[in-house]
């Protein structure tokens, strides 16, 4: 079946550094999503990015959508304190069938 | 707007009894999908539902299974639960079956606790 690979596992870093993380895999996929999970509550969509080479912001959020439509990455500048928790990246070919990584858990520290 | 609402938000069973969890989607969301969080890991994709048929299904055993009702609401069912079942069940919404520009949209979630 298809595999995500998302890197880091976790990070710690201090309060105002900028964060990258990336998802790669062996599958090629129609869309790119990145989730924010926070305890106790379901995924957030944070980014969703649908074609190859596509570079999206939201807001200290920017994400691409790989050329080989393999891979992906979310970077997030300036990070404070709530941006903790924990971060997933999807790959997904239909609406409703998304195949996630095992997610990145970002500790910022004030 | 009402996000996508699950019930109940935790639940405790025992081996081998059964389990009924429910779903509403966002208002004007046809398609709902459910998932499998065990903890450390991201959401495993168990069924895709539009316009009341199955239009998806994950690795999994034949004692999950799943409907949709006419108001796009819908149920999973899992029989002969295992101590494994025990997890955080995630069902989503998204507009439509395979609009590219049609993301999930999670709820919060149930937690299962299988003893």
């Known amino acids: 079946g298809q595999q995500l690979n998302q890197s880091p596992q976790s990070m710690f870093i201090q309060e105002g550094e900028d964060v990258s993380m990336n998802c790669t895999s062996s599958s090629i996929f129609n869309t790119w999503l990145w989730y924010k999970q926070d305890p106790g509550e379901g995924p957030v969509l944070l980014i969703a990015?649908?074609?190859?080479?596509e570079l999206t912001s939201n807001g200290r959020l920017t994400a691409q959508f790989g050329i080989t439509r393999k891979d992906s990455f979310l970077n997030i500048s300036a990070s404070i304190p709530s941006d903790v928790g924990i971060y997933f990246c999807a790959g997904r070919l239909t609406a409703g069938k998304s195949t996630f990584g095992d997610g990145t858990t970002l500790t910022v520290k004030p | 707007d009402a996000g996508v609402t699950q019930s109940p938000t935790h639940l405790i069973k025992t081996r081998g009894q059964h389990v009924t969890l429910r779903c509403s989607p966002i208002?004007?969301?046809?398609?709902v999908s459910w998932y499998q969080q065990v903890l450390g890991q991201g959401p495993q994709f168990i069924f895709q539902?539009?316009?009341?048929?199955?239009?998806g299904r994950g690795n999994f055993p034949d004692r999950f299974s799943a409907r949709q009702f006419p108001n796009y609401s819908s149920e999973l069912n899992v029989n002969a639960l295992l101590l494994g079942d025990s997890a955080l069940y995630l069902c989503?919404?998204?507009?439509?079956?395979?609009?590219?520009?049609?993301?999930?949209?999670f709820g919060n979630g149930t937690r299962l606790t299988v003893t």
């Open positions: 208002s004007g969301h046809k398609s």
């Open positions: 539902y539009y316009e009341k048929e199955e239009r």
């Open positions: 989503a919404s998204s507009l439509a079956y395979s609009s590219y520009n049609s993301p999930l949209h």
């Open positions: 990015l649908y074609k190859a080479g």
